[in-house]
C-alpha cells in the first residue's frame, strides 16, 4: 500500500480523499492543518507527525512553495496542486529550491480526463500527421496551456503570446456552488491570446468567466495537423491519394435505456481502434475523477520507482509561466515573450 497525505482540507483536498478510497493500492492516511478539527481523514498539525510516502500539496498559491520545500526537505515527494508557485518570481525561487531534487511533481489532470486522453491518443498516434496547431476553449490559463503544450509536443522555449480581452453580457446559469437563479445578463470578460512557440507550432487561447460551468458557452477542442485535422469528437484526415476521411470519437457509456450494467464510461472509439478504456470500470466516477485517480495512480507508481514522473516541476512550471504571459499580454496590450528558464535549460 503506498500512502498520502494532504495539506490543506480544502474541496480540492477533500476530492482526493474521496477519491483515494476507491483505489486499490493507494490510501489517504490524514491530513495537515493549520487549525484542528474533525475531518473525514485524521487531522494532524504538522507534516512531522506524519508517515506516508508523499505528500499532496493542496493550499493556496502563496502557501504551495513553503509546502513543497517543506516536503522535499524532509526528502518525501510531492504532488503539487495547479499552479506550484503565484508568479514568475516565486517560480523561479521554488525551481532554485527544490528543482534539481527531482522530488516534485504536479497535479495537471486535464488531459487524463478520458475525452482529452482519447484526443491525445489519436494525436500521437500520427492519425493528423504532424501537430502544428491547438486551439483551446474550455478552461482557464495554465490547464488550457497544458493541454495546449501537451497535444504539441512542445517543450520549454521561448513563446511569443499576444492576448486580447472584452466584456459582453452573458447569463450565467451555473458555478461551482449549483444554479444561480438569475437569467440577467450580467458583464464578462473574454481573453484571447495567440502562443507562438516558434517552429511551426502554435496555440489559441479562448477563455470567458466561469466557462467551467458556465454551460451557455461550448467547449471547443481543435488540433490541426499536416495531413487533417481533430474537432471536439470528430477527425478529418487523407488516408489514401484522393481519399478524405471524416470518422467520429464515439464514447461508449453504460446505463442508458435498457442497459443494466450501470451508469458509467467504458471506451473511446475511433471506428474499430480503442482510443481510451476506463481502467475504474464499476467506480461510476465523472471524467474529473478518473483523471484524479489516474494521476494518483501514476503518483504512486513513480513513488514506488515502478513508473514514470507523471508530470514533472518542470512542466508546471512552465505552463504557469506562458499563462502569466498571457495575463500580462492582455493587461498592457503589447506581445511578451517568455525567456528560458533555469527548468528549462
Same mark, same amino acid.
Request: hydrophobic share 40%; net charge negative; aromatic share 6%.
Given at each position: 500500500?503506498?500512502?498520502? %497525505? ?8 477533500? $476530492? ?33 507527525? %506524519?508517515?506516508?510516502?508523499?505528500? @499532496? ?20 515527494? @510531492? /504532488? ?17 529550491? %527544490?528543482? !534539481?531534487?527531482? /522530488?516534485? &511533481? ?6 487524463? $480526463? ?20 491547438? &486551439? @483551446? ?14 497535444? /504539441? ?12 480581452? =472584452? ?18 445578463? &450580467? ?33 471547443? /477542442? ?65 471524467? !474529473? ?16 520507482? !515502478? ?10 512550471? &512552465? ?16 506581445? %511578451?515573450? =517568455?525567456?528560458? !528558464?533555469?527548468?528549462?535549460?
Amino acid at each position: 500500500m503506498t500512502t498520502f %497525505v494532504t495539506v490543506g482540507a480544502g474541496w480540492r483536498s477533500q $476530492m482526493f480523499w474521496r477519491i483515494a478510497e476507491g483505489l486499490d493500492g493507494v490510501d489517504c492516511v490524514g491530513a495537515v492543518v493549520r487549525t484542528p478539527r474533525e475531518l473525514p481523514v485524521p487531522a494532524y498539525g504538522s507534516l512531522a507527525e %506524519v508517515d506516508a510516502d508523499f505528500v @499532496v500539496s493542496a493550499v493556496s498559491w502563496e502557501a504551495n512553495p513553503g509546502v513543497i520545500t517543506e516536503a522535499v526537505g524532509r526528502g518525501l515527494p @510531492v /504532488l503539487a496542486e495547479t499552479p506550484p508557485a503565484k508568479d514568475a518570481a516565486a517560480l523561479r525561487e521554488l525551481w532554485t529550491a %527544490v528543482g !534539481e531534487s527531482g /522530488l516534485v &511533481q504536479v497535479a495537471e489532470q486535464y488531459l487524463l $480526463m478520458p475525452a482529452h486522453a482519447a484526443r491525445q491518443a489519436a494525436v500521437r498516434a500520427g492519425l493528423i500527421g504532424t501537430p502544428s496547431q491547438v &486551439q @483551446v476553449s474550455s478552461t482557464h490559463l495554465y490547464h488550457a496551456v497544458a493541454m495546449i503544450r501537451g497535444l /504539441l509536443g512542445a517543450g520549454h522555449g521561448p513563446v511569443a503570446v499576444r492576448a486580447t480581452s =472584452t466584456t459582453a453580457p452573458l447569463v450565467n446559469p451555473l458555478t461551482r456552488d449549483g444554479w444561480t437563479g438569475d437569467a440577467d445578463p &450580467q458583464p464578462a470578460e473574454t481573453l484571447i491570446a495567440t502562443l507562438d512557440f516558434g517552429d511551426g507550432l502554435s496555440g489559441l487561447y479562448d477563455f470567458t468567466d466561469n466557462q467551467w460551468h458556465n454551460q451557455l458557452r461550448f467547449r471547443r /477542442l481543435l488540433v490541426r495537423g499536416s495531413h487533417g485535422e481533430l474537432r471536439d469528437d470528430e477527425i478529418v484526415r487523407l488516408t489514401a491519394p484522393r481519399t478524405v476521411v471524416r470518422t467520429p470519437l464515439v464514447r461508449r457509456q453504460t446505463g442508458y435505456d435498457l442497459d443494466l450494467d450501470g451508469f458509467d464510461t467504458d471506451t473511446i472509439t475511433l471506428g474499430g481502434d480503442v482510443l481510451y478504456r476506463n481502467p475504474y470500470p464499476g467506480r461510476r466516477w465523472s471524467d !474529473e475523477e478518473i483523471a484524479i485517480a489516474t494521476l494518483l495512480d501514476a503518483t504512486a507508481a513513480w513513488v514506488r520507482g !515502478e513508473g514514470p514522473p507523471p508530470y514533472p516541476l518542470a512542466e508546471g512550471a &512552465q505552463d504557469h509561466l506562458i499563462a502569466l504571459a498571457v495575463q500580462e499580454s492582455a493587461e498592457t496590450d503589447r506581445t %511578451v515573450t =517568455t525567456t528560458v !528558464e533555469s527548468w528549462g535549460s
